[in-house]
């Protein structure tokens, strides 16, 4: 028998989500219009970051261990945001598609797979759709969203894991449900994978706080038995990425001062201005362009903040609300010696990080999920008696949808407008260069490094590397250079094959004890004729020994093979739970 307004909820079901549709296409509309430009700002170098990716694997069939084009050479494998679409669902985007066309697909699956989970996330709080997609809006649909996704910072696209981390997180709490943690260890798995540079560490923070504060109000310790086994699933299904990156930030830490401050009076205005395109700077800020501190929520999103602040209630809407405020006070930056900035970013992966206003963008998440602990349940009873009432509840989502919209759609006005040279030189032998050799028909103010990859043309002055990074590689083109692979003494050397993990050398007239130096940053993971290579000046160098006349560099990260071993394990152990937990519901 058809549950009373059974229809109607389906009908309110399907406006709600064609509402989050249309929004998310109309903001993304200047994007998806044209697909033969690229993206300025940052795009260039976030392209480097996949192309790497497609030309390991399609051109030498190799995995993306090692980017040699940037910077004179460092781990793709090992770099939080490099290779990020190689373990990822949009490889094969990368693989059959133009790198135009998947990048701004995987810019679409984004915004999909937040608007998705927060609405699947909010609907455990409500059963309004109208409600639930109106928060789903508010969290992913926001002008920072978009000017984040417009210059670039694919990054941030991670953060729409965070709702079905708390989604599965959610689920796990329910009695002999645990085994659903599982769920939230993959979501922060996947956000170690795919380059969630930000998004990672803030959710560990937000899922820890939540564990702990539902601990206190329940009076229980399922909550913190949820959490150490989304971790462990989370360790151990990252490990491959995750080791290779704590191996590259224990040589290269990338420390960041971080001293930028602002108020509630600036994030009123960040929150309110209506004009979104990048250049403008309707309030002080602190620091960077306006893509780091607007996020335009409108007027509607400010009010439904303020009823979180004010109603929200009960052993959930209470430590959202807790969470949201330290989230608060945690964007608003280095405002005193002991504010909450500034005492996490003095600890290890945090001192990595700057920009505290990120930390605005996860709290609307958190809001918007409080507002419906003090709404949701009135809404509930309401519908139960007049289930046309979530029809009505489109009207004031189409409202918000469309502003919102408006707003975000700007910057995607502005950010899709780069062209390539129509025929690009590529070099027969790499080698580094000092600066690029070509560049846009329009310039950027960044130099490009995604054109220099095409031109197989290393760049030593490079953008997107860690500042305080020093390379050890020569430049063909400065004073000092010898080649790209030589002798140290008597004795010649060449490259007779190469590719971006490997350099095979052939040796001539050299004696045993000479040293081979191969003009590559050095990183502990090179190897010489199976044997850990030498850091000779920060080169990658090795001894002759007895009559070798050739040499084999290679790059493999060496964290790889126990840490692929212990993904095995966490998967194995993964699918080992969830079976036991299907036979024990199975019907006998």
Known sequence: MRAPGGKTRVIALAGAASLLLITLLMILGPMLSDFHTYGFHDWDVEAA???????????????????????????????????SNFLSPYLPLYLLTDLRVAMRLEVLGGGLTGLVGTFLLARRFSRSAALCALVAALYVLNGRWALQAAAGHTWHLQ???????????????????????????????????????????????ILSCYALLLCAFTRSARPALALAVAGAVAIGLGAPKLFAILDHMDRVPRLIESREVIGIAELLVMFTAPDQHFGVRPVRTPAYNWHEWGIYIGPLGVALLGVAVVFARG??????????????????????????????HQLPVFASQHVPSRWHYPMLLLWGLAFLTAVGPYVDRWLDRFPALDLWLLLPLALFCMDIGRVARQPFEQAFWMEKPE????????????????????????????????ANTGVIACYGVDPSFKPGAVAADAPGYRGRVYVEGAGAAEISDWSPNH?????????????VVYNMNYDPSWSANGVPALDYRGLVATRLTGDVAQVDFRYF????????????????????GLGRTRERVSPT
């Open 503 to 515: 350099a095979l050398v052939r040796v001539a007239g050299a004696q045993a004890g000479s040293l």
């Open 557 to 576: 990260p060496r964290t790889l093979p126990y840490s692929l071993l212990l993904f095995s394990c966490t998967l194995f152990g993964a699918a080992w």
């Open 159 to 205: 953060y729409g894991l965070l709702p079905w981390a708390l989604l599965f997180y959610e689920r796990a709490l329910e009695p002999g449900r645990i085994q659903n943690a599982i769920g939230t260890g993959v979501a922060l798995a996947c956000m170690v994978l795919w380059g969630g540079i930000y998004p990672l560490p803030q959710s560990a923070v």
């Open 49 to 83: 970051y996949r192309y790497i990716t497609v030309v390991s694997l399609k051109q030498y069939h190799e995995g993306p261990w090692w980017h040699p084009w940037l910077c004179g050479g460092f781990p793709a494998f090992g770099d939080t945001e490099t290779a």
């Open 423 to 454: 025929h690009i030189q590529a070099l027969p032998l790499f080698e580094h260069h000092t600066n690029g050799s070509v560049n846009y028909l329009r310039r950027d103010w960044a130099p490009p490094m995604l054109l220099s990859m095409m």
């Open 315 to 344: 052993q959930r809407g209470q430590p959202l609300k807790i969470i949201a405020l330290l989230l608060l006070l945690l964007g608003f930056g280095a405002f005193h010696e002991s504010a909450p900035w500034s005492i996490l």
